[in-house]
């Protein structure tokens, strides 16, 4: 199954003649059950050596909830007392569940969004570059708050886009939640549409 990264790349070059850019690569850095501090830490190690003239970040209610410093040993802790890591009868992965609520409950909404928003500090500091947060459901106003701060931090470079578009039923997605192949197309066209937006001033349709 290509995913949505690789989906992207060939529609962009397939659908568009731009003065600026011979050429449409699409580097995916994207990693299943990240946080926020995660993925900012990899895109330091991994991708800004790439220089990208855009960052495309697709998070959820999750990634700002949950603190994989803390997640990760206790969902070990509760696989090695038997708890599934993914379970079919709840379509959910219950050891990360359990951990997510325990999480939550120990250290509370408060401290839990000052840690993300300490590590989307780190991000503006070492980014200065294009960057599009994107999601496809409507936050709370506490995570939304935190959101429009970050943008408003660099205004010029920095934005988020609520899709409705990239949200998926239960055709486009495996067992798991996460997208099939129709899955990864519905998002793959959900983005091509918005980006025709951005760039019809610099690109052409072919």
Not at 42 to 48: H, N, P, S, Y
Not at 84 to 94: Q, W
Request: glycine share 4%.
């Amino acid at each position: 199954i290509k995913n949505y990264s690789e989906l992207l790349e060939e529609m962009l070059n397939n659908s568009f003649n731009c003065k600026h850019f011979s050429h449409f690569e699409v580097i995916n850095l994207g990693v299943n059950g990240y946080d926020i501090e995660y993925p900012v830490y990899r895109f330091l190690k991994r991708g800004l050596k790439y220089k990208p003239d855009l960052v495309i970040w697709l998070v959820n209610d999750w990634n700002f909830w949950r603190i994989n410093e803390f997640m990760i040993p206790l969902e070990e802790k509760y696989k090695s007392e038997g708890i599934p890591d993914f379970n079919p009868a709840i379509r959910g992965y219950e050891a990360a569940i359990k951990a997510f609520a325990e999480i939550r409950k120990t250290y509370g909404e408060k401290y839990i969004l000052e840690y993300q928003k300490k590590s989307l500090s780190i991000l503006t500091k070492i980014y200065s570059g294009k960057l599009l947060l994107v999601s496809n459901q409507k936050f709370s106003g506490k995570i939304q708050s935190l959101i429009d701060e970050f943008i408003e931090s660099d205004p010029k470079n920095y934005s988020y886009i609520f899709l409705p578009e990239i949200k998926l039923e239960d055709e486009f997605r495996l067992l798991d939640g996460h997208p099939n192949e129709p899955g990864h197309k519905k998002i793959t066209n959900a983005l091509v549409d918005y980006l025709k937006l951005s760039l019809q001033n610099q690109c052409k349709k072919r």
